[in-house]
């Protein structure tokens, strides 16, 4: 069940980055999270990143048809999780190439919620065969 449930919070996460809904995203992001991304500069902390998106241009934001976990791997020990697996993203554009990334989150469950206290995603594979 607990596995359920981590994935689960990954899932309404990333819903709510499709959704273009910064608060149902964000309420799965610890205040202490750290973010290592391939295209950030460096590891940021939850006020870096934030400040990072706020300034952001307009149009920077990919516009995505789906967002998918592929073959998660989900660790829970206690209130403790690691979840590894790689996330796909379908833009609308047809002309624009998918895009896979391996991603690292460790969660921290808090009052029966789980929320990321470290996020790391790599850009992988990008064009058809991802």
Avoid at 36 to 54: A, F, G, K
Avoid at 97 to 122: Q, S, Y
Wanted: net charge negative; charged share 30%.
């Amino acid at each position: 069940m607990k596995v359920e449930s981590v994935l689960e919070c990954l899932q309404d996460m990333y819903a709510g980055f499709l959704a273009h809904d910064q608060v149902q995203f964000d309420r799965h992001l610890s205040p202490e999270v750290t973010t290592w991304e391939t295209h950030l500069p460096r590891l940021m902390n939850r006020l870096e990143l934030d400040s990072y998106r706020d300034l952001r241009p307009p149009g920077k934001r990919p516009v995505l048809a789906d967002l998918r976990i592929q073959d998660p791997h989900i660790d829970v020990w206690g209130k403790h999780a690691v979840a590894r697996y790689e996330l796909v993203s379908f833009p609308k554009d047809e002309d624009e190439a998918v895009e896979v990334r391996r991603v690292t989150d460790v969660l921290l469950n808090n009052k029966g919620n789980w929320v990321i206290v470290h996020h790391h995603a790599e850009l992988w594979k990008v064009g058809q065969d991802a």
